[in-house]
């Protein structure tokens, strides 16, 4: 089990690149990625994504990615050789016709600066930080998964917690319906005997109705209903897959049980005792909302 909230951040620096990776989670019902990457980035926005859903499958992901250069880029030198070879054939033909005898050296072309271009090599320092960002991003979630278990597993023992309450109060639950039937059917009995008086009475058809009337609060089929779902919820809880909507509809199912119980209830102690019950799995269903 895990939980669907976290934080992981992580951040790698090598050959004058530093890259930071965040992630938060947060929880929603469904998947959304909100990605924020440096710029040019956006073509590996996909393989981002990718990773990301590899770890999370549900809830809202934020993701973060900042880039910075810690010394300047490489240069490179470029020379214009077409330009420079057209500026020597000129002036030596120049030179010619002013009867010059001056040398033509590289000092002269050294003085045209539109032959020599410096260039920073900002591509090759972009990709390697686009190498280090996935290396970043992939120890971000890693911090981020742990993050989750440990929250899932706190997330865990609480349910878990609550189960156990559930399932103690069952057998109380279960010995005050059934001296509430008993209850029913005497004072049923008692007051039809009275009711009649003298008169003949149809044993089997006053039987037939003291049974109707304890039918009516019998909660024999819920309670056995109610710990077949809470099986099944503690199934769920060992299960390393994401279980957080299955759990949703166990306790929509729990829940249903528990209101039938409590409207069948015609004692004040197990009136009482299910709304105990009831108030563990309503905040089993808060809970929820944070599992994954």
Do not use: C
Request: aromatic share 4%.
């Amino acid at each position: 089990m895990r939980s669907m909230t976290g934080f992981g951040r992580a951040h790698v620096e090598r050959d004058g690149v530093r890259v930071v990776a965040e992630i938060r989670a947060l929880n929603q019902r469904f998947f959304e990625l909100k990605l924020s990457l440096p710029r040019g980035w956006g073509e590996h926005e996909a393989q981002v994504r990718k990773m990301v859903q590899s770890t999370v499958s549900r809830g809202r992901v934020e993701v973060f990615m900042r880039y910075t250069a810690t010394k300047a880029p490489a240069v490179k030198l470029q020379v214009n050789e077409k330009l420079a070879k057209l500026y020597v054939a000129e002036l030596r033909k120049l030179g010619k016709q002013l009867n010059l005898n001056g040398r033509l050296g590289l000092e002269t072309l050294m003085q045209r600066p539109e032959i020599f271009h410096v260039i920073e090599d900002e591509d090759d320092q972009i990709h390697h930080g686009v190498k280090l960002g996935f290396e970043a991003l992939d120890l971000a979630l890693k911090k981020l998964e742990t993050e989750r278990i440990r929250e899932g597993n706190s997330l865990k023992r609480d349910f878990a917690r609550r189960i156990k309450k559930i399932l103690l109060a069952m057998p109380k639950i279960e010995k005050l319906s059934a001296e509430t039937r008993t209850e029913v059917l005497a004072s049923f009995q008692a007051r039809v005997k009275e009711l009649l008086g003298e008169l003949p009475v149809n044993e089997k058809r006053l039987y037939e109705e003291a049974a109707g009337v304890a039918q009516r609060g019998d909660i024999t089929e819920e309670l056995t209903r109610l710990r077949i779902h809470l099986e099944a919820l503690r199934e769920l809880l060992d299960r390393a897959e994401p279980v957080g909507k299955s759990i949703e509809f166990l306790l929509q199912e729990i829940n249903r049980e528990v209101n039938t119980m409590g409207s069948k209830s015609q004692n004040a102690g197990l009136a009482q005792l299910t709304v105990e019950v009831k108030g563990e799995a309503e905040k089993m269903r808060e809970q929820v909302q944070n599992v994954e």
